[in-house]
């Protein structure tokens, strides 16, 4: 299938993980695709692995969470590719994974201001761009955290769960400009984030045994929900948040099973 051809993405935090992945995605269905953070190694390998591809990956440095940098990097992005079709807005950051009693109001802050303040930055200039194209798709990345508890990530849960009403909100807003706007909610998926809090893979295998599907989830997992949100596909969804967890947010002990 090639349903992005023709079509400009941009995604954020790109060079790892989950935006690597998406990227990729879109990538190999056609799609010019501008990967954007902080970290222009990162940014430069994911742009090498759609070598051979049908589309294209450009890396840029951005800080996501600076008003002026966001609005330069959209109006780039614009300025060099015609225009903005597809968005992704999945910079993120886990913060000190501490009680929140033990949490630095510094490292509260600094979690909001990523997660919550730079989708919000994105958002308002990626709309403003998709109006003047005509319309199209945006995606922000919630977590399982939003709706369910884990000790430890009381911010980052804060800003996710703030982030899924932002995202009703402004899918209301924008469904008249013809612009969707959704969010995917991951479970434990393995990323360099999640592994640098939980450990190795090894580590993660009770959140696996927790999962109705009873295993954690890969980067491509994600991309591939990404890429059904953003295509035509899924033309009549908006304001959603699609939860890409394998039954994490609905599993636990399953006793029927243990004694059958």
């Known amino acids: 299938m090639k349903r992005f051809k023709g079509k400009v993405a941009l995604i954020t935090g790109g060079g790892t993980g989950m935006g690597r992945a998406g ?5 190999a269905e056609g799609a010019t695709v501008v990967v954007a953070g902080r970290r222009l190694a990162e940014l430069e390998t994911t742009a090498a692995l759609a070598t051979g591809m049908d589309g294209e990956i450009w890396p840029i440095i951005a800080d996501l969470s600076a008003a002026d940098e966001v609005e330069r990097l959209v109006a780039r992005v614009c300025a060099d590719h015609g225009g903005l079709d597809l968005a992704w807005n999945n910079a993120g950051a886990l913060g000190s994974f501490a009680p929140i009693a033990d949490t630095a109001i510094e490292d509260f802050d600094a979690v909001l201001e990523i997660n919550l303040r730079g989708t919000f930055l994105c958002l308002r ?5 998709m109006r003047a194209r005509g319309g199209g798709a945006i995606v922000n990345t919630s977590s399982w955290t939003a709706i369910g508890a884990m000790p430890g990530t009381a911010a ?17 807003e924008a469904g008249s400009d013809n612009i969707r706007i959704n969010n995917l909610a991951p479970g434990v998926i393995v990323t360099p984030m999640s592994l640098a809090a939980i450990g190795d893979e090894e580590a993660m295998a009770p959140f696996a045994n927790h999962a109705a599907l009873r295993r954690v989830g890969r980067s491509e997992d994600v991309a591939d929900a990404l890429a059904w949100l953003l295509s035509d596909d899924a033309r009549f969804v908006t304001g959603q948040t699609i939860a890409v967890d394998g039954g994490f947010s609905i599993g636990g002990p399953r006793p029927w099973a243990e004694a059958s």
């Not at 200039?125 to 761009?129: G, K, Y």
Request: zero cysteines.
């Open 23 to 27: 990227a990729l995605r879109l990538a």
């Open 156 to 172: 980052y849960a804060a800003s996710k769960g703030a982030l899924d009403a932002m995202t009703r909100t402004t899918a209301l």
């Open 125 to 129: 200039q990626e709309i403003r761009a």
